[in-house]
């Protein structure tokens, strides 16, 4: 990309993605390469250097963007780079209406990588069209450029779930039945616009308005804890997720709590926060209550019942498009290993294959579960099913 800008004059090139952030890591990469060069090299092209545009002396940008139509429309790009476009929402919006009449307009080229995700996607349609030219990185390649080890790839095969190593490791588009967000509901729920208010909650944080809630999933041996971050976004009735706070394993249930009481106090606006007291009782309930959080706290016991309940108010507001994501390949990647089964009474049973999480996606349940009101809670409202507060 560097190459194009520098050797045609007057021309724009685009990096998008699901969202800013990830455009800005791939921005990154070519702000890094750039430090790379010889100084008097990188200051004879590069006139101005910011961290979503890139001015070259000829008159060339670089511009990284989100997957968003009304902030790609109006560029003339000669060149696009779209990073992981098997996650585009909307993508068949983006490419046909917004990215190709562009293209066909300067003659330009299209570049979509990603790793494999759902096969109803446009990315997915790219790779079955014999117009298109693929390139399909295998693991020995990469193995074989140094890149990694086959100790490591052979570790990751031991540790990962069969899917999703398939998907990452050995780029193949798959898809477990049974799973109960499917690929195609989660890919919706990304938003362009959505990013993590921040990652490190010691600092100033400069939080937009709305109400907030947070969702606690507590582990410690086996799962690490989580707390997820929701902001129900008034003007457009949506929650949206806006954090996550992932642990390291062992870590003391009062790290979380002060966690918890940080968050609290730099947001001041959290209205709720639900925990999942399933093991460890209510005490670790009471302890937040104790350490001075002024949110309202309660713990949630995560029964049949209420799991059904809890998950399937998310599912809904997913099904509705009433619920944001930023792209996180782990919390999709959990998401999408979150099994289940139906009993003979009707009941929906809820399981993970060994070897994975699924800590990032109750937090997240809750957090959303969080945001109800009486009159929108979905299980109860149409199926009768006792609520966990009950």
């Known amino acids: 990309m560097i190459h194009y800008a520098a050797s045609h004059p007057a021309t724009t090139s685009l990096i998008v993605a699901p969202g800013l952030r990830q455009s800005m890591i791939v ?31 000829n008159g060339a940008q670089i511009v990284a963007l989100p997957n968003a139509p009304d902030l790609l429309r109006g560029y003339a790009a000669a060149n696009v780079v779209c990073d992981e476009a098997a996650f585009f929402r909307e993508d068949e919006l983006v490419f046909y209406s917004v990215l190709f ?59 990962t779930p069969s899917e999703r190593f398939r998907r990452e490791y050995l780029a193949e588009f798959v ?43 507590l582990g ?12 129900w976004n008034v ?25 918890v009481k940080l968050i609290c106090d730099k947001l001041n606006r959290v209205e709720k926060v639900l925990v999942d007291q399933t093991g460890v009782g209510e005490y670790i309930v009471e302890e937040m209550k104790g350490a001075g959080i002024r949110s309202r706290v309660e ?12 998950l399937g108010y998310m599912k809904h507001l997913m099904e509705t498009e009433a619920l944001g994501l930023y792209y996180d390949p782990d919390l999709l990647a959990q ?24 800590d990032e996606v109750w937090a997240l349940a809750l957090a959303t579960y969080a945001t109800r009101t009486p009159d929108t809670s979905y299980m109860t409202k149409l199926a009768g099913v006792p609520s966990p507060f009950a």
């Open 235 to 259: 003007k457009e009735k949506m929650a949206e997720l806006v954090g996550l706070v992932r642990f390291r394993l062992d870590t003391p249930y009062a790290s979380v709590i002060g966690m």
């Open 27 to 57: 921005m990154d990469r070519i702000h890094a390469f750039l430090m790379t060069m010889p100084k008097k090299l990188r200051h004879a092209i590069i006139r101005k250097l910011q961290r979503t545009v890139i001015w070259f002396k």
């Open 101 to 159: 009449p562009m293209l066909q307009t300067t003659q330009g080229t299209l570049i979509a990588s990603s790793t494999p995700w759902a096969k109803d996607s446009v990315f997915y349609k790219f790779t079955q069209d014999t117009a298109f030219s693929k390139h399909k990185v295998l693991i020995g390649e990469v193995i074989d450029a140094g890149l990694t080890t086959k100790e490591f790839i052979d570790e990751m095969q031991r540790r």
């Open 299 to 310: 713990g949630v016991m995560l029964t049949v019942p209420s799991k059904q309940e809890i």
């Open 175 to 217: 898809e477990d039945e049974l799973t109960y967000f499917s690929q195609k509901l989660i890919t919706q729920c990304i938003q362009s616009h959505l990013q993590p208010l921040t990652s490190d909650w010691t600092r100033e944080v400069r939080a937009p308005a709305g109400r907030y809630f947070l969702g606690v999933d």
């Open 335 to 358: 998401l999408n290993v979150e099994h289940y089964e139906l009993t003979k009474t009707g009941q929906i049973l809820f399981n993970h294959a060994d070897g994975t999480h699924d």
């Open 220 to 231: 410690k041996k086996v799962d690490p804890s989580v707390i997820a971050i929701m902001r």
